[in-house]
């Protein structure tokens, strides 16, 4: 990956940025993926899958609605001459009353409440944290700034292995070290000043793209998230599906450093890609053929009947997925058509991320069975396959 050609003022903003972005997904991934999996079995047992579900669709709802609130609050906070940054302190605060509430949780009703509030609170931190991005970022190292973004999976799937390996740190004690590491990883950003906002390219000023593409965009990720949505809440479950009874006990600890090595691989992968696609402009092809092997993963994923096909099914499912929603964050950077609305507008973007998780859910509901993930595996292979197609449409050139 070159680099030489970046000033080290915007390296040293863009690895600013990078380190915000894993604060921000050590903020809901540990949760999401083991913690709030395990809290969900303690409290129903059986009954785990349909108080998961419930719980996934509240919480969905409300990070939809707050993404979009937030991202437009930070809009107007710059029009006066304001930043977004105050609003990620906010978001960061928010987000560490958050986990006090699910750690003292104690019935499904109380649940269901504290991750409604957590989702609402994480993302008052995420949505004027990624408008930052958009905005202070130049057109031409979106790409490897986007790059950038899949540094977040491996560090916080690592801090995920590192919460469930530790037998001796009880529940609340891993409820409280995630806002702490959050807070370290996002204070270099919270004293950094904020920058000018970067021009955009002379050439997308000339024409710039419909609302349509950023509209074909949305949809792809969709497609291409609801597998996320699925392979990353019911992980657990999943492999208890594909295991006997005694492997369950070792299994946390087994996704999580599956997570580390899974979401570590792709990391080269989206850098050198991201900055390719900065210096050619072709950024289709490579999100076609991630599209592509993260379906195929999923077909693995299907097929699997043990820890270690499933193990590796998952992981050249991760492979393909990190790319794909790395870099194509990047293109959907470029595609805002209004500057003076760049949160708002990336959080109706969001919703990409977020209704998948009012989709999924269901999917995984009416497919799955707490021994059998087949069938929603294959639906999610079609659904990926079809995000990565539907990006060809994609106006990216400027």
């Known amino acids: ?42 409290l129903s ?41 105050g609003w990620v302190a906010g978001g960061l605060i928010a987000t560490a009353i958050s986990y006090a509430g699910i750690a003292l949780a104690s019935t499904p009703t109380a649940l269901v ?51 469930v390996g530790q037998a001796l740190l009880p529940e609340g004690g891993r409820f409280a070290a995630v ?7 996002m204070m270099p950003l919270l004293l950094t000043g904020r920058r000018s ?3 955009r390219d002379a050439r997308s ?6 609302r349509r593409d950023l509209v074909l965009a949305g949809v792809a990720r969709l497609l291409v998230q609801i597998a996320g949505v699925v392979t990353q809440t019911y992980l657990l479950y999943y492999f208890e599906s594909v295991t006997t009874l005694a492997e369950w006990a070792m ?22 890609l991201g900055r390719l696609s900065d210096l050619t402009r072709r950024r289709k092809p490579a999100l076609l053929l991630a599209a592509l092997v993260a379906a195929a993963g999923l077909v693995g994923m299907a097929l699997a009947s043990n ?17 794909f929603v790395a870099l194509q964050a990047g293109v959907a950077m470029l595609l805002l058509p209004d500057p003076r609305h760049r949160g708002r507008d990336l959080g109706l973007l969001n919703l990409a991320n977020t209704l998948p998780s009012l989709l999924g859910p269901p999917l995984a509901w009416l497919l799955a069975t707490p021994r059998d993930f087949a069938g929603v595996m294959l639906v999610l292979a079609m659904l990926t396959a079809g995000g990565g197609l539907a990006m060809l449409a994609v106006r990216t050139g400027r």
């Not at 937030?70 to 930043?83: E, I, K, N, Q, T």
């Not at 950038?148 to 999976?153: E, I, P, Q, S, V």
């Not at 806002?179 to 990883?185: E, G, I, T």
Request: with cysteine; glycine share 10%.
């Open 307 to 323: 820890w270690p096909s499933g193990a590796a099914a998952f992981a050249v499912y991760a492979i393909g997925s990190s790319v």
């Open 1 to 42: 990956m070159t680099t030489s050609c970046i000033p080290l003022r915007s390296r040293t903003f863009l690895s600013v940025m990078a380190l915000a972005n894993v604060g921000g997904v050590i903020a809901y991934l540990p949760l999401l993926t083991l913690l709030l999996p395990i809290k969900v079995e303690r």
């Open 113 to 163: 409440v504290a991750v409604v509030a957590f989702q609402a609170a994480v993302n008052a931190l995420l949505s004027p944290m990624m408008a930052i991005m958009a905005e202070e970022v130049p057109d031409a190292q979106k790409g490897i700034g986007g790059g950038l973004l899949a540094l977040g999976n491996p560090v916080a799937s690592g801090v995920s292995a590192l919460l």
């Open 205 to 210: 000023a000339d024409a710039p793209l419909a």
């Open 251 to 272: 299994l946390p600890a087994r996704i999580g450093h599956l997570l580390v090595v899974a979401f570590l691989i792709p990391l080269p992968l989206a850098l050198l």
């Open 45 to 85: 047992g059986d009954a785990r899958i349909g108080l998961f579900t419930a719980t996934v669709v509240a919480g969905a709802i409300a990070a939809s609605l707050s993404n979009i609130l937030f991202g437009w609050l930070s809009d107007r906070s710059v029009a006066r001459g304001g930043g977004r940054r």
């Open 197 to 199: 906002a970067a021009p």
């Open 179 to 185: 806002p702490v590491l959050v807070a370290a990883c």
